[in-house]
């Protein structure tokens, strides 16, 4: 061991980079994927993010400034405080560098206080809440994938537009579920239309009969359902038995991934109207990435969770190169100069909120009939910019935006 | 229109109609636990494990053989009900001699091996099951589709039937003699361990029933049954561990209960049983129903 390191570091001396080989802490870069890796959310995020970051350390050649990458793994259940622990002991005992993914709004509220407060650095990709970009935001914490802002607008504004006028949410009971709700009703209300009402459901409810019927005595055009993973599954399945849709009203699944349209099968996902930052048939590129990781993903396709992930730790490791250290100050600072290109970003940039600001895609559900193949489950209705797509800067509740 | 709290009444028809649907279930599972408990005193935690597996089995009976849900109604309670008996013969009946937490522990653990093998094979957001009964009729308060009252009808008949041949027929009489005493009961001639052992399967096969009549409601996932575990566990505690009637009535009721938490406060609706729970608890420890032993 010791020999290969004094090799590595002696070839990365030879390469010129041996100042900033001293600079890297611990000897390793370690980043930490911490997610639901049993619950609700585990398909969409779960081992799908840590696959996608290890084929970015792959991709990386496994090393940086000279010394290894590696990447760990937690299971934070959905609760902040599982997550918190864990961060906490990767940060002071682990030595982790970075915390990457961290689905449920909750936990990654916490981890973004505490990667804040110990200077570390925050690569979000599973969580939706955009308060973590708000009034949440972070020096060193950044939002790669989507955000409730985009969802609200990007779906809502489209139905809106097809003569959605009013609207009643099924909203899950925590931060993330109460962020969704906000931003699609601000998103309804600017786009003239009005809502009606909301009932809220504890996370992980299996039935939803209840919430419908409320739903569906409210009269209102559109039930926009505030959930997501294994709750927004269950609340379309019934709302088809319900007949809620027969009776009229149409279901916004606000944040719906691939796995959960897969999950319900397309008979009954079909037309369903959804935005998202990746679908892996979108071009030769997504296609080619997205191949190499069903392959090793027991043939499923990526969820634009997965997709982040992988952005995000390439990006990352990228900063690192180029900022010569590991410190999460200098690297965020770097992460921030370089406009982000990868396989599912075309020059994206990084805002001082921590916002990636990337392209986001309407996508629309596919009828049985019109599907060619396993995973062929969307059509792109239309392609949302990036400034269009995400909460402009001025808007923003961040301490860290100076407002002139 | 006048209103009851703030609510219209035809909502609140509807809702309890609901809570009687979900009821249903609670009640299905409640009398396996039941019946396991009272006749073998062991704590079945894989209950959920085995509803679960109950859904699972239709799903795949569907998929690789195309057998559809009928065949699945009956086919999945025998398949899993045999699993129930292997489990028995192989690990459970070692533990009946020993404390009440041995049999809770063991049966803990496999559960969460089975729920490990099927989230590993089938992921955690599930698969589909189509509803073999679509459509459904307006009541004027509410829709309420065709295959829920097929629910709640199936629901009844099982419980009462379980009901009537445990209290009422002769092999129920022999079978509570047994649990009372086995020893004179064997000395009577008759294969107590035998009855056990179909006793624990019938018991699993009930979880295997409630799984299947899930399938084309929830999705079929490997987590359908920790969700519910926990709940039907409160059920029992409250109906009073091992009373077959009790679990029936307290299953249907906390459904009432719980929809009803739905319309007023719903934030509150996955804990308004605990809370149930633990002021029956405090007033009457044995249960509503239930005996001290």
């Known amino acids: 061991m010791k020999k290969t390191l004094a090799l590595a570091t002696g070839l990365a001396a030879a390469l010129g980079l041996g100042q900033a080989a001293a600079q890297v802490s611990d000897d390793v870069v370690k980043i930490g994927v911490l997610n639901d890796q049993s619950g609700l959310y585990a398909d969409i995020t779960g081992q799908g993010s840590v696959l996608a970051a290890r084929m970015a350390a792959e991709d990386f050649g496994g090393s940086v400034l000279g010394k290894k990458i590696e990447i760990v793994f937690g299971d934070h259940q959905n609760k902040p405080d599982v997550g918190s622990n864990i961060a906490r002991q990767w940060l002071d005992v682990d030595k982790v560098d970075a915390i990457a993914d961290v689905p449920t709004s909750s936990v990654a509220l916490a981890i973004q206080e505490i990667t804040k407060t110990k200077n570390r650095v925050f690569l979000i990709s599973g969580a939706a809440s955009s308060d973590l970009t708000g009034k949440a935001c972070s020096p060193t914490g950044f939002h790669w994938t989507y955000d409730t802002y985009m969802l609200a607008n990007g779906t809502g504004g489209a139905l809106v537009k097809a003569g959605g006028d009013s609207w009643f949410f099924l909203t899950s009971d925590y931060a993330f579920g109460h962020a969704l709700e906000r931003d699609t009703g601000a998103a309804v209300t600017a786009a003239k239309g009005k809502v009606v009402g909301q009932v809220r459901h504890p996370l992980n409810t299996s039935d939803f009969s209840s919430f419908l019927l409320q739903a569906q005595a409210s009269k209102a055009k559109i039930i926009g359902l505030a959930n997501a993973g294994g709750d927004t599954i269950n609340s379309i399945k019934q709302a088809a038995e319900f007949g809620i849709v027969a009776g009229g009203q149409r279901l916004a699944g606000l944040l719906v991934f691939i796995t959960d349209v897969h999950s319900l099968g397309l008979k009954t996902a079909q037309g369903l109207v959804v935005t998202e930052s990746f679908y892996w048939d979108l071009n030769d590129e997504t296609r080619a990435w997205s191949k190499n990781f069903m392959a090793k993903h027991g043939g499923k396709a990526p969820t634009m969770v997965h997709a982040g992930v992988y952005s995000a730790v390439k990006h990352y490791l990228t900063a690192i190169k180029e900022a010569g250290t590991d410190e999460a100050g200098k690297v965020a600072e770097k992460m921030r100069q370089m406009p982000v290109n990868d396989f599912m970003t075309k020059n994206g940039q990084i805002r001082q909120d921590g916002r990636v600001m990337r392209d986001a895609y309407l996508l629309q559900v596919k009828k049985p009939e019109e599907s060619k193949g396993p995973w062929d489950y969307y059509k792109v209705l239309s392609t949302i910019p990036a400034k269009d797509a995400f909460r402009p800067i001025e808007q923003s509740e961040c301490p860290l935006v100076k407002k002139s | ?293």
């Open chain 2, 1 to 293: 229109m006048f209103e009851l709290l703030g609510v219209p009444p035809q909502a609140l028809f509807g809702q309890l109609l609901l809570g009687l649907i979900n009821g249903a279930f609670y009640a299905m599972l409640s009398l396996g636990l039941a019946v396991i408990f009272g006749m073998l005193n062991v704590i079945n935690f894989t209950h959920g494990a085995q509803y679960m597996m109950g859904a699972f089995c239709a799903w795949m009976l569907l998929k690789f053989l195309g057998l559809n849900y009928w065949f699945a109604l009956i086919l999945a309670p025998i398949i899993i009900g045999a699993f129930g008996i292997l489990l028995e013969r192989l690990f459970l009946r070692r533990l009946y001699n020993l404390d009440h937490l041995y049999g809770l522990l063991l049966t803990f653990g496999l559960s969460l091996i089975i729920e490990g093998v099927f989230r590993n094979q089938f992921g955690s957001t599930g698969q589909p099951y189509d509803n073999p009964l679509p459509g459904g009729q307006n009541l004027g308060f509410m829709f309420l589709p065709y295959y829920r009252a097929w629910v709640v009808v199936a629901s009844l008949l099982v419980c009462l039937a379980t009901w009537f041949v445990i209290e009422r027929t002769r092999l129920g009489a022999y079978l509570r003699a047994a649990t009372e005493n086995p020893t004179l009961v064997q000395a009577f001639g008759i294969n107590v361990p035998r009855m056990i052992m179909l006793t624990y399967g019938f018991g699993v096969g009930l979880a295997g029933l409630a799984g299947v009549l899930a399938a084309p409601i929830y999705q079929v996932s490997p987590l359908m049954g920790s969700n519910l575990i926990i709940i039907v566990f409160a059920v029992v505690v409250i109906g009073g561990m091992g009373s077959i009637l009790g679990s029936v009535i307290t299953g249907f009721a906390l459904g009432v209960v719980e929809g009803l938490t739905k319309v007023f406060y719903p934030e509150a609706s996955s804990t308004v049983i605990f809370v149930i729970m633990a002021i029956v608890l405090l007033v009457r420890p044995a249960g509503l129903f239930g005996q001290t032993r």
